[in-house]
Every structure is written in structure tokens, then in C-alpha cells.
């Protein structure tokens, strides 16, 4: 059998954090904070839903963020 891959360290972070803040900025401060893979959607965007280890996405509206959720 062989080995499971390694994932990503996910960072000790509050999605809930994020909500309300310009993506750019919300982007540069998760990058910071180490998670290896940032993802911003429109609303409504059909996504599959696979778990990531160390990636966050934000829902951005408007260039704000307003949903985030970790995977």
C-alpha cells in the first residue's frame, strides 16, 4: 500500500476573521498568517467540495469578503 500524502500544515486561524475585510488585503494577511493556498470566489460559484488541508477560500461580493471557510 502506499503512503498517504503529506498535506499542508493548516495555520491556527479564524475564518470568521476574515469577513468584511477587502479580499486583497484578506489574501495578504492569510499569506501571513501560512496558508499555503488562497481562493476567492464570486457568489454562487460551483465548486467541488474536497477537503485541502491549508487552504482557505473567501467568497468575495463586491471586492469584500463575505464568507470564508477553511478546505
Do not use: H, K
Not at 27 to 37: C, D, L
Amino acid at each position: 500500500m502506499a503512503p498517504l500524502p503529506n498535506s499542508p500544515a493548516q495555520p491556527d486561524d479564524a475564518p470568521e476573521s476574515y469577513v468584511g475585510l477587502d479580499a486583497e488585503a484578506a489574501e495578504r494577511q492569510a499569506r501571513a498568517r501560512g496558508w499555503s493556498t488562497v481562493r476567492a470566489l464570486p457568489p454562487g460559484t460551483v465548486i467541488t467540495m474536497e477537503f485541502r488541508g491549508g487552504r482557505i477560500n473567501f467568497e468575495v461580493d463586491g471586492a469584500t469578503v463575505t464568507r470564508c471557510w477553511v478546505g
